[in-house]
RNA sequence: GGCCGGUUGGUCAAGAGGUUAAGACGCCGCCCUCUCACGGCGGAAACAAGGGUUCGAUUCCCUUACCGGCUACCA
């Protein structure tokens, strides 16, 4: 039990579910289900200021749709809550590890103002900069007890040593050794009471038994100052899993500005959710055998996080897209149908057409499902178009043939019983036979005739079906009158 | 400024001393075909630069360049 790997997404409730959160909660779900460990969740609301009312909603949605199921956490009691900090903290938790820091000499009361710590910035390289410099340590026991009673508010502050260095290992870095006087006395409790995210990811890491610790690359630089609180205490260091940054095409931070840089934008562009997962887990790590497309089962059982990459990855939508086309694709046709009707009926707008057929027609020439609104408008009314359309090379198509093949096609099509699109291409193809055309040349001009475009889900005989004879015939008839003027 | 990382085609990425340097997306071409799409086949396209080490470096070491992060009472 003790070697059980249990790992834990550890989200601030600031907002929507960031692409780069989204796929360190995955890569840490994958490590715990690939090993058979546990999946924990614990909200990291320690920032009073960030605070988003409804994020910890949002990010329970977006983990149930992307089908991450969350073994522990503020709605399972797994034994080590609770899994919120400002509960945790309300408990007395953090203060009370705080103050056996101070006990130890590890940790000490710091009452500097503000303009004092301002005081000790220094301005070089257009940044501003600077370090504690241990004032308070220096304090003796009176001093720290008055100004205790007499309430001055104060921070605790850890107290590393200014020579030696300290070395951290991540599984995907390797070994990280910086000088101890680079090491700040970083703040572990703040003014207001709450930890600091550095002091209490720490604390709660090891009170709640997770050993392996998933996160952005953003932390690493400061890792080893987790080392030494965990020395400080005497526990035994976790596994560091440090994730590589995804980056927007210019290499830029992923921002709410290239408009998908959330799992919920994504969404409501029209993404699978299983296609954002999938595509998600490619970006920084790739599995063995190559096969892109995986499910949630085939990622846990080939997750190796020791393969993860070191460097950025550029999240391309481009890509998304294809994917979430071929996951598209392989949806069931019911299921499908579901999802792709509100687009249809919005594209037609009340238009009479069989809406299952037009289904299956958009789902092969579709990425998103937004994508069908365009492809399918023309069946709602025909755009205005040139009559320049009906000249195509390849078809051997001219306005002379096109107009001469319309008018005789309408009795044709007038005649015929059975409007179903094997049928009408059984006819037409009949008919381009007796009159001693090719096929193309039947099927480009009624094809043009009926949707105005030069490429259109379904083929002529298609969209004659869907349209109904009298619809049909409507159509070509005008395309007539306009190759006639 | 200091410190810490990173750098294989446009993008995601295999490869870790000797390879014709995989594969995927995108792009281009051909085939299939009642247009488009799907599908099939093929093509263009990469080891940041300079020094070492070595019989031999994309792979190891150093330097430089560029990118990113940290240097908060934010996470």
Wanted: aromatic content about 10%.
């Amino acid at each position: 039990m003790s070697d059980m790997v249990k790992t834990r997404f550890a989200p601030s409730p600031t907002g929507r579910m960031h692409v780069g959160n989204l796929r360190t909660a995955l890569y840490s779900y994958l490590i715990a289900r690939h090993a058979g460990g546990t999946f924990m969740l614990r909200i990291e609301d320690t920032d009073q200021e960030r605070f988003v009312e409804g994020a910890t909603d949002i990010i329970n949605r977006t983990l149930l749709l992307a089908g991450m199921t969350v073994d522990e956490g503020p709605d399972r009691d797994g034994g080590v809550g609770p899994y919120v900090q400002s509960e945790r903290c309300r408990q007395g938790i953090y203060m009370e590890y705080a103050k056996k820091l101070v006990e130890t000499g590890n940790a000490y009361y710091c009452f500097c103002t503000k303009e004092r710590l301002e005081s000790l910035k220094v301005t070089a390289g257009g940044s501003e900069f600077g370090m504690y410099d241990k004032h308070c340590l220096g304090l003796s026991e009176e001093e720290i007890r008055e100004n205790l009673e007499s309430g001055r508010p104060y921070v605790i502050r850890l107290n590393v040593p200014n020579e030696g260095t300290t070395t951290f290992h991540d599984e995907i870095y390797g070994d990280i050794t910086v000088d101890n006087a680079e090491l700040d006395d970083m703040i572990l409790i703040k003014s207001d009471g709450f930890p600091t995210y550095n002091f209490a990811n720490v604390v709660d890491d090891h009170l709640m038994g997770i050993t392996h610790v998933v996160r952005g690359n953003e932390y690493l630089s400061s890792s080893p100052k987790y080392n030494r609180i965990y020395d400080a205490f005497g526990w035994e260091v976790p596994v560091y899993v440090h994730c590589p940054l995804i980056t927007d095409e210019n290499h830029a931070k992923l921002s709410k500005r290239s408009g998908h840089s959330s799992f919920e934008d994504l969404t409501e562009q029209g993404f699978l959710p299983e296609a954002i997962v999938n595509y998600t887990a490619l970006l920084g790590w790739n599995p063995p055998d190559n096969e892109e497309i995986m499910s949630l089962d085939e990622l846990i059982a080939k997750f190796d996080y020791r393969k993860i990459n070191k460097s950025p990855a550029v999240f391309d939508i481009g890509k998304l897209r294809w994917m979430n086309g071929e996951y598209i694709r392989k949806m069931d046709p019911e299921a499908f149908f579901e999802k792709a009707l509100p687009y249809i009926e919005s594209a037609l707008q009340g238009s009479p057409a069989d809406r299952h057929v037009l289904a299956e027609l958009c789902r092969q020439r579709i990425e998103t499902f937004p994508d069908i609104e365009d492809l399918i408008g023309f069946f709602r009314e025909v755009p205005d178009y040139s009559t320049d359309l009906y000249v195509h090379k390849k078809m051997k198509s001219t306005k002379e043939l096109s107009l001469e093949v319309l008018r005789d096609v309408v009795p044709v099509l007038e005649g015929a019983d059975d409007f179903t699109n094997d049928a009408l291409y059984a006819v037409l193809s009949a008919f381009a036979e007796e009159k001693g055309l090719k096929k193309g040349q039947v099927m480009w001009p009624v094809r043009t005739a009926v949707s105005g475009l030069p490429n259109t889900p379904g083929g002529a005989t298609q969209l004659l079906e869907i349209l109904g004879k009298e619809e049909s015939l409507a159509r070509i008839a005008d395309a007539v009158k306009k190759l006639s003027e």
